[in-house]
DNA sequence: GTCATAATGACAGTCGACTGTCAATTAAAC
DNA sequence: GTTTAATTGACAGTCGACTGTCATTATGAC
């Protein structure tokens, strides 16, 4: 099989989204290191504040693609932090509810000032329709490596950016 | 701070590349997992034999942009599965050199074989310009964010693709 | 030649993802 | 109403990245 020049020019695409990802998940976790979070935590606190109401460690897990493991792991990190707290919940006896604190909704509000302000700053002068573009070839490459292939590692790793917007 | 066209557009984006890079490690992964590799271990090997010479650990953390202590932990599994060995080295009493087995280069002409095909497969029907166009953006990005932030937490995570061709 | 500094491997520990397994619980089938 | 299947939390273990620290070894300054 001769390497194509589509072939070349995707290999070096995909070399370039592996650095940008490192890049952007340092970015993500420095942006809110002042607050005590990380990305991952940001996220598991993003996704119970996008539902509007509290969640099962499982049901967060399946909101955001991940392994009920993980998100099980870092909801513990949150409630010795004091960020959430694990109440009783009237549909299952086992599977307790993770409610955000006050402390959890001020930071969040703070972190969504912060990353405004940051994705406008890295934005800036890049026209819209660049990236909207990009994004879309991006989105199809997904499309095309799930459509093949079997189930991701993770179906996402969004990190740092935007917990409600999406 | 209002959120600009170029900021939304910008978050998709990001979104995007996490997406996607979950899957490409999830399916580099897959690629070489019959033979033992994993995205890790095959860049440690691409390395050394992209540099036509026994290699120091810490000098192959440098060319991969990784902490030499990674680097260390993988090389200890590369040893133990047979795939290098470590050799000692006239220049320095500590600093072994690692040194691919005939085993690890076979692996790595086979995986050469199998990701040209995946590639291939993957980047039909898209031109080479769109996808060349999106790597440029995501350079720029790259740029952007090295040139006012700081260190990266790792400067590329590269796995699967090209271990020659770069 | 000696001495301070940098580089190196080794070790311990953190973080975030994963898989696999187990017992308890819930839900569904019959 | 029982029995089976799926879900759930908890626990143990793997993998890949990181940081920090230590003693050893090279290297450079003087």
Redesign the pocket.
């Known amino acids: 099989m001769p390497r194509t020049h589509e072939s070349h020019a995707l290999t070096d695409l995909i070399l370039e989204i592996f650095r940008l990802n490192g890049h952007l998940l340092t970015a993500g976790d420095q942006l809110m290191e002042p607050l005590g979070l990380?990305?991952?935590?940001w996220?598991v606190l993003g996704a119970i504040d996008l539902a509007d109401r509290s969640l099962?460690?499982?049901?967060i897990g399946?909101r955001m693609?991940?392994?009920?493991?993980?998100v099980?792991?870092?909801v513990n990190?949150l409630e010795r932090l004091g960020f959430i707290t694990l109440e009783a919940n009237p549909?299952?006896?086992?599977?307790?509810l993770v409610v955000l604190t006050e402390k959890a909704r001020s930071a969040l509000k703070e972190v969504d000032g912060v990353q405004a302000a940051w994705s406008g700053a890295l934005a800036e002068g890049l026209s819209a329709e660049r990236l909207t573009e990009a994004a879309g070839l991006l989105h199809d490459l997904t499309e095309r490596l799930t459509a093949s292939g079997g189930?991701a590692?993770?179906a996402s790793?969004p990190i740092s950016m935007t917990p409600k917007g999406n």
């Open positions: 990380t990305s991952a935590r996220q099962s460690v499982a049901q399946r693609g991940l392994a009920r493991q993980s099980q792991r870092t990190d549909d299952h006896a086992r599977a307790r189930r590692r993770s790793k």
